[in-house]
């Protein structure tokens, strides 16, 4: 069941080629014209969030937010920034906690921004309330690491670290 995912235009950071990115895929998207990693941010909403989220193949940061919400404009840029910066180990999330009441209920999101950080589905950390982009980056890139590092270990052999 479910819907064919959503695409969007996604402009390689790389080179500048504009290329449709669906809002669930294995492994993640790459430019059609030079192999590089795009930032992966895609819509979800309560119907889609299994596919989208937890069964993402990277680390999946959902963005809960509602269009009404002022802090919630002010984080949604940062958060694009890191999707570029953590390109092809990442991918965002953005709910709308109007429009998806069940899923902000199923997670407690009691205000708004709150970001959770999940990877094969469950959650890793959150974050509620605007931070900075000086506060959020480490926070976000430190976690993501540890993440993609113990998946690299489970799928390659070699050494662990
Ligand atoms: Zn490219």
């Known amino acids: 069941m479910g819907d064919t995912p959503v ?22 998207p790459h430019c059609q014209n030079c192999g590089a990693p795009l930032p992966w941010v895609v819509d979800v909403d309560d119907a889609g969030f299994r596919e989208v989220v937890l069964q ?3 680390p999946a940061l959902v963005d809960f937010w509602a269009p009404w919400c002022g802090p919630c404009r002010v984080v949604s840029p940062i958060v694009e920034r890191l999707a570029g910066t953590l390109a092809g180990k990442m991918k965002v999330a953005k709910l709308n906690t109007d429009a998806s009441p069940a899923t902000a209920n199923q997670y407690g999101i009691r205000g708004i921004p709150t970001l959770v950080l999940l990877q094969d589905g469950k959650e890793i950390d959150r974050i509620t309330g605007a931070m900075p ?3 959020l980056r ?16 489970e799928s390659i052999t070699g050494e662990r670290r």
């Open 133 to 135: 982009e000086s506060a």
């Open 138 to 153: 480490p926070w976000l890139e430190q976690r993501v690491q540890k993440a993609s590092s113990r998946a690299a270990s």
């Open 56 to 58: 993402a193949s990277l």
């Open 7 to 28: 695409a969007r235009i996604v402009t390689c950071p790389q080179c500048g080629k504009r290329n449709r990115v669906k809002s669930a895929a294995a492994g993640y």
